[in-house]
Nanobody, 126 residues
Framework: QVQLVESGGGLVQAGGSLRLSCVAS????????LGWFRQAPGKAREFVAG????????LYADSVKGRFTISRDNAQKTVYLQMNSLKPEDTAVYYC???????????????????WGQGTQVTVSS
């Protein structure tokens, strides 16, 4: 079994930065595709960023491209989401996710992911 634990959320002013961390336990971390999703109040969960296990490709939602960066440290079993130039519309609960790599499944698809963290709140004030 794999457990994911996020941290790093909080309250920040617009234009500020936060770095989210997600630490995994259990199976070999390096075999996973990794992703970050978010869910704002009253809205569906949406894809934010993803990273293939090979490290050969990352993908970002258009709304965060150029502002957010996903990275991973396989030795520390940790995935990060660096968020810069935050906007009020980035306010949401952020979830990390991990799944056995399957290249025929888009990395933006929630169906790729077998394990989810509990979420961490990010609030951006205007």
């Amino acid at each position: 079994q794999v457990q994911l634990v996020e941290s790093g959320g909080g309250l920040v002013q617009a234009g500020g930065s936060l770095r989210l961390s997600c630490v995994a336990s259990g199976r070999t971390f390096s075999t996973f595709d990794l992703g970050w999703f978010r869910q704002a109040p009253g809205k569906a969960r949406e894809f934010v960023a993803g990273d293939r296990r090979s490290g050969s490709s990352t993908l970002y939602a258009d709304s965060v491209k150029g502002r957010f960066t996903i990275s991973r440290d396989n030795a520390q079993k940790t995935v990060y989401l660096q968020m810069n130039s935050l906007k009020p519309e980035d306010t949401a609960v952020y979830y990390c996710a991990a799944g056995t790599s399957r290249l025929f499944v888009p990395i933006s698809s929630p169906g790729l992911y077998d394990y989810w963290g509990q979420g961490t709140q990010v609030t951006v004030s205007s």
